[in-house]
């Protein structure tokens, strides 16, 4: 990319860690009467399924609400400024007071895919069509291919495969587990005002790998699943004027042991070394202690996302670290770069239906 494309981006999605603390107006909090109205749409949900014979089909998990079954009047209003907001004002949303204690474990899931619904569209998280994923420790620390979501390490930054991720805090953790966010257009501008040639590296492409533990390969799925173990893709893009940001060390670093992928060169090393270090910057930094109820939203373009190590409390299932994510496909959303077109994003064109785990009987290249 050339010089002369290559700019900041003075937006208001190029935010330090102190506008988030100074203004407010990304927060939402939920009173009684929005949660009644949660609970009168679980209520209209569940009805409405009954009434069509469907449901053993949300029992088992097969079936998640839709704005049409699941009723918001005076929430979606502030839904829809939500969605706005993820796309063109911070790309952070944090939805404060979402009933979480004393609910069915079901019914949980059925209040937190109700309320996204009417932000976003859901998206798999595995090839089982899961829409919303526990975020609990299982023991996957000491593994190689561990997912950040089954251990208590820290995890860096990074985004997710999908426009918008989400987290809902049912239990916090006993020590640790904060959640981390940084602006990627704030960190873009910072390094291209101090070091331009990291920035010009970064828009070049590096090699990612795939996450196989998203994936069961079984004889019946071989046809759908990604072809190669890699793939290539910049970390910065600008497309029709807008920016967007796809990084994870991790699975960059991952593809450095694989045969016959090429080497990161010292150029691409020194970037990498750069942005993480900007990341790690406390100005960009804005830190989020997580309380049960908060569910917060953040654009992967725009924003990444990352977690301090945690410890738990040991006196019980219920006092353990708990979260359920979501990822859903935004019809705001931006156009991306064709160079983003691999297997999670397979139409990059703006409002897109795109992001996570695609089923059979979509056509993937």
């Not at 705001?332 to 064709?338: Q, T, Y």
């Amino acid at each position: 990319m050339s010089d002369n494309v290559i700019k900041p981006f003075n937006v208001p999605a190029a935010w330090d860690a102190e506008t988030l603390r100074q203004d407010q107006s990304w927060v939402i909090r939920l009173n009684d009467g929005h949660r009644e109205e949660l609970f009168a749409a679980l209520a209209h949900f569940k009805q409405d399924a009954h009434d069509r014979g469907l449901t053993a089909q949300w029992l088992h998990g097969n079936m998640t609400p839709r704005p049409e079954n699941f009723p918001l009047p005076t929430l979606a209003g502030l839904l829809r400024q939500a969605q706005t907001d993820l796309e063109e004002k911070y790309g952070l949303i944090l939805i404060k007071g979402m009933p979480v204690e004393h609910q069915a474990p079901r019914d949980l899931q059925l209040l937190y895919a109700g309320l996204a619904g009417h932000i976003g569209t859901l998206r798999p998280q595995t090839m089982f069509g899961e829409v919303t994923q526990d975020i609990k420790d299982i023991g996957q620390a000491p593994l190689i291919e561990r997912r950040g979501s089954k251990h208590n390490r820290a995890l860096s930054f990074h985004t997710d495969p999908c426009d918008v991720i989400s987290l809902l805090c049912i239990q916090p953790a006993h020590a640790g587990g904060e959640g981390l966010f940084v602006s990627s257009l704030a960190i873009h501008n910072a390094l291209l005002e101090a070091t331009p040639e990291h920035v010009r590296t970064l828009y070049e492409d590096f090699s990612n790998t795939y996450q196989d533990y998203l994936f069961v390969r079984t004889g019946t799925n071989q046809d759908w699943m990604p072809r190669q173990a890699t793939y290539a893709m910049p970390t910065f893009t600008a497309e029709q004027g807008r920016f967007a940001c796809k990084y994870s060390r991790f699975y960059i670093d991952q593809a450095q042991a694989i045969d016959g992928i090429p080497r990161l060169s010292a150029a691409q090393t020194a970037a990498l070394d750069a942005l993480e270090r900007e990341m790690a910057n406390e100005k960009w930094c804005f830190r989020i202690r997580y309380e049960p109820g908060d569910a917060i939203f953040s654009n992967n373009f725009i924003c990444l996302h990352a977690r301090t190590a945690f410890s738990d409390d040991g006196s019980g299932e219920d006092r353990r670290r708990h979260l359920l994510r979501i990822w859903l496909a935004m019809p705001n959303s931006r156009p991306l770069s064709p160079r983003y077109r691999h297997f999670f994003f397979q139409d990059t064109a703006a409002g897109a239906l795109r992001g996570g785990i695609s089923l059979p009987g979509i056509s993937y290249s």
